[in-house]
């Protein structure tokens, strides 16, 4: 049960952190990232109260929620041309759009599947080299580039800290919250109205500082699928 154990303890600190920053831990989604498991693991951690899962493989996503239809599915991975005809019908919520060239495809894929695809934009808000992501100031472009297609949503942005630098960790969210800010409510010729209501950030080892940057949700795996991690006896 040391899935499940985790899972209620990563959430319980979430709702107190929100709490201890003001917010109401209903605004915080925490995305129980299972690339690393199998489906009898993500099963414990449904049981203890999980909705909501993060992938990084085509691979594994489809069959996971093959397996778990109900749940959430959010495709967190590098995303190849060729697999996202299989990526969008098994996604909730793509985190990890930046290129424009994807942009026909995912549209496509979803007329396909009947739906319209949520996604966010990957922000590389460090600017290191080995992380992907559009640098901000493209952003704003690429959002009206993804105006043009019917079934695309754009519903926020998405980025990932350097590891083990709370400092940098620091200036990456709040840098990612000051572009939502700044391009919310933008007027799409196509959309209409611009709600970038989702900031996706923090992991295992930065999401305390992610929420009280206003993260909507965070990404968390080894903190509740690893032996690495372990809450403290009750
Ligand atoms: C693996 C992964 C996570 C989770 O990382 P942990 O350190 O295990 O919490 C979050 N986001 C992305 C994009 C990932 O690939």
Not at 128 to 154: C, M, N, Q, T
């Amino acid at each position: 049960m040391g899935i499940a154990r985790r899972y209620a303890y990563v959430r319980a600190q979430v709702d107190e952190v929100c709490r201890a920053v003001g917010r109401d831990p209903a605004e915080v989604k925490l995305l129980a990232v299972s690339k690393t498991v199998d489906v009898p693991a993500v099963a414990e951690a449904i049981a203890a109260g999980g909705h909501a899962f993060g992938e990084n493989r085509p691979d594994q996503i489809v069959p996971k929620q093959a397996a778990y239809p109900n749940e959430e599915w959010h495709f967190i991975g590098n995303i190849q041309s060729r697999r996202i005809k299989d990526i969008v019908p098994a996604s909730t919520l793509i985190h990890s759009v930046y290129q424009a060239s994807h942009l026909p495809k995912i549209d496509a894929a979803a007329q396909a599947a009947g739906k319209v695809q949520d996604i966010l934009v990957e922000v590389n808000v460090s600017g290191e080299e080995s992380k992907s992501g559009l640098e901000p100031h493209a952003v704003r472009a690429f959002i009206e580039e993804a105006d043009a297609y019917d079934h695309i949503r754009v519903c926020g942005l998405m980025t990932m800290a350097p590891r083990y630098d709370e400092e940098t960790a620091e200036k990456t969210f709040s840098g990612l919250a000051a572009l939502r800010n700044e391009l919310d409510g933008l007027v799409l010729p196509h959309h209409g109205e611009l709600v970038l209501s989702e900031l996706s950030m923090g992991m295992s080892e930065d999401w305390q500082c992610a929420i009280k940057h206003g993260a909507t949700i965070v990404r968390i795996g080894r903190a509740i699928f690893s032996d690495e991690f372990e809450p403290p006896e009750d």
